[in-house]
């Protein structure tokens, strides 16, 4: 999923932004990259990722200071004090108990990460062989500097998102699925098979199941819809007036980032058009 914007710089001159929609993970079937891209990232100016360059140096460290900080913040809460017989034996079919043993006294956050990066390895697919990593690793070699979308306290409000509470509650709707019909390998499948192909509608359609609250209660109904507005609207609000920025500064911009953020309702490109930007 690849864009071009054209625009006019403040000097009246043409300014061009590339946006590469990336999944995260992947496999070898993501390459070789399409010759439009590569002749896009030689030629650009600026490169854009979710977190600058100066950020990603401090992202690991960062995390494992918040693991830690986690656990005071439980407060001796046990998540598997909260889980049914059945959610935990979805956990540890995806954890195994000794891991699963080791993230009890945390948030429940920290158990939802390492589910997710285990669903999507069982599914075939790795952080390594997605387009972020490759880009990434691309600057690093090229010795070329990254600005970022987010800062890391926004990438970790995300990623730390809600109470202990509501957390755990979004924990247990994963296990819940992972024990029940819903097959979460085949959705990352099905995800990634419709990034593969092009098929925003698709793309954007699965990803909103993962927020979806039909007949939930209230309060269920709230929290991902708080859950979600951290998640996409905000953020897409605030990468629209970066970019828009940079059309305005000039030159080229690369930008690679989350597909998600640009297919859809409230898409970064929907405030762009909003805030008279893009035609298109």
């Given at each position: 999923m690849f864009w071009q914007i054209d625009g006019i710089d403040a000097d009246g001159k043409p300014s061009v932004v590339y946006i590469q929609g990336t999944i995260h993970v992947g496999d070898k079937r993501l390459y070789p990259l399409a010759p439009s891209v590569v002749e896009a990232w030689n030629s650009t100016d600026r490169i854009v990722g979710e977190i600058s360059t100066a950020d990603w140096a401090k992202f690991q460290n960062e995390l494992q200071n918040r693991i830690r900080e986690s656990v005071r913040s439980a407060g001796g809460r046990r998540i598997?004090?909260?889980?049914?017989?059945?959610?935990?034996?979805?956990?540890?079919?995806?954890?195994?108990?000794?891991?699963?043993?080791?993230?009890?006294?945390?948030?429940?956050?920290?158990?939802?990460?390492?589910?997710?990066?285990?669903v999507y390895t069982n599914s075939g697919l790795s952080a390594e062989q997605g387009l972020d990593g490759q880009f990434m690793l691309l600057s690093y070699r090229q010795n070329r500097e990254m600005e970022g979308l987010d800062d890391l306290e926004t990438q970790f409000d995300v990623l730390a998102?809600?109470?202990?509470?509501?957390?755990?509650?979004?924990?247990?709707?994963?296990?819940?699925?992972?024990?029940?019909?819903?097959?979460?390998?085949?959705?990352?499948?099905?995800?990634?098979?419709?990034?593969?192909?092009?098929?925003?509608?698709?793309?954007?359609?699965?990803?909103?199941?993962?927020?979806?609250?039909?007949?939930?209660?209230?309060?269920?109904?709230a929290l991902y819809k708080a859950y979600y507005e951290k998640t996409f609207t905000e953020r897409n609000r605030a990468w629209a007036k970066k970019i828009a920025v940079w059309l305005s500064e000039g030159g080229t911009t690369f930008i690679f980032a989350g597909a998600g953020h640009f297919i859809g309702e409230n898409s970064v490109f929907s405030y762009l058009r909003k805030n008279g930007k893009l035609s298109h």
């Open positions: 598997s004090d909260a889980l049914t017989i059945e959610q935990k034996r979805a956990l540890y079919s995806v954890l195994g108990k000794a891991e699963a043993e080791q993230t009890d006294l945390f948030e429940p956050w920290v158990t939802n990460l390492s589910l997710q990066s285990l998102f809600g109470t202990y509470d509501e957390q755990l509650v979004m924990l247990q709707d994963v296990l819940d699925d992972i024990a029940g019909a819903n097959d979460i390998e085949q959705y990352v499948r099905k995800l990634y098979d419709a990034y593969l192909t092009d098929d925003a509608a698709s793309l954007d359609a699965l990803l909103k199941e993962s927020y979806r609250t039909d007949g939930e209660p209230a309060a269920k109904a």
